[in-house]
């Protein structure tokens, strides 16, 4: 089934480090979205990337999308504390309409 | 702008209770999806309804159900609980399936 994978699962940096996270998925997509999660409240919406783009910053984040490989990544520059998080990709079912989680990475940003 | 807001914040129930969880979506969006996140995992898609419609359903059982009403709030109702239905349970408004959603603070479940 289609599903995107993350990595690491879990990712500990000092603050000012940048953070890359990786996702993986197995079909082909519309598009693919990042989402933030802190301490198991409400996920937040991060950015999204349609399959037709290969790269899109939102401030100190960029998101990168190959869909030749089936994967993307989120880089966070200058990383701080408050970056601290678990961070998901999502990507949308082929033909449905139920969005598909990873199990996501967790990143920890020292101070 | 209000966001999507969801309510109970925690809930504590026993076995063989039910439950009713509510969600009010961002103002202008018509669809309405409830996951279960589990600790450690990602969220799951439990359903989605769309103008009041139900236009898709994950792998849950029959005890899960939930609708939406004609100012597209929704309700998610989970019968016969067990301990395992212990998550927390999010919903997501889109202004129609297949956009980007986004997330209510969720209803933290524990069921004893």
């Known amino acids: 089934s289609q599903q995107g994978e993350e990595d690491p699962q879990a990712l500990s940096i000092q603050e000012g480090e940048n953070a890359t996270m990786n996702c993986s998925y197995k079909?082909?997509?519309?598009?693919l979205q990042w989402y933030r999660q802190n301490s198991g409240r409400g996920l937040v919406h991060l950015i999204l990337i349609r399959s037709n783009e290969r790269e899109k910053h939102s401030g100190r984040l960029r998101v990168t999308l190959d869909t030749s490989k089936k994967s993307s990544s989120l880089l966070i520059t200058a990383s701080r504390a408050a970056d601290t998080a678990s961070y998901f990709c999502?990507?949308?079912?082929?033909?449905?309409?139920?969005?598909?989680f990873g199990a996501g990475t967790r990143l920890f940003v020292k101070a | 702008d209000a966001g999507v807001t969801q309510s109970p914040t925690h809930l504590i129930k026993t076995r063989g209770q039910h439950v009713t969880l509510r969600c009010s979506p961002i103002s202008g969006h018509k669809s309405v999806s409830w996951y279960q996140q589990v600790l450690g995992q990602g969220p799951q898609f439990i359903f989605q309804?769309?103008?009041?419609?139900?236009?898709g359903r994950g792998n849950f059982p029959d005890r899960f159900s939930a609708r939406q009403f004609p100012n597209y709030s929704s309700e998610l109702n989970v019968n016969a609980l067990l301990l395992g239905d212990s998550a927390l349970y999010l919903c997501?408004?889109?202004?129609?399936?297949?956009?980007?959603?986004?997330f209510g603070p969720g209803t933290r479940l524990t069921v004893l």
């Open positions: 079909t082909s997509i519309n598009n």
């Open positions: 999502a990507t949308p079912e082929t033909g449905g309409f139920k969005t598909i």
């Open positions: 309804y769309y103008e009041k419609e139900e236009r």
């Open positions: 997501a408004s889109s202004a129609a399936g297949g956009t980007a959603e986004f």
